[in-house]
């Protein structure tokens, strides 16, 4: 019975993982839309983040983060 139950758990895994390139690169571009009335402004701060310098590969702390994402609905892009 373990035996099974794992070889199904196993063909799931192969399954999604297999299945999520699909959904990424092909079903999210056609199945998210933003109306044109959208607009929303998402904030985000982090407090004592630690953030890695890519020219010395060191990771410093700095006091405060602020990352700012704007979505809008765009009717002349939309297609």
């Known amino acids: 019975m373990r035996r099974k139950a794992s070889l199904v758990l196993l ?22 839309k933003i109306p044109p009335s959208q607009y929303q402004e998402a904030v985000l701060e982090a407090k004592n ?23 809008k609905g765009n009717v002349e892009a939309a297609k």
């Not at 993982?17 to 199945?31: D, E, K, N, Q």
């Not at 983040?49 to 994402?69: F, G």
């Open 11 to 32: 063909a799931l895994a192969v399954f999604f993982g297999a299945l999520s390139p699909l959904l990424r690169w092909y079903a999210f571009p056609r199945l998210a």
């Open 49 to 71: 983040a630690t953030l890695i310098d890519y020219a010395t590969m060191q990771s410093k702390t700095v006091p405060k983060v602020t990352v700012v994402q704007t979505l």
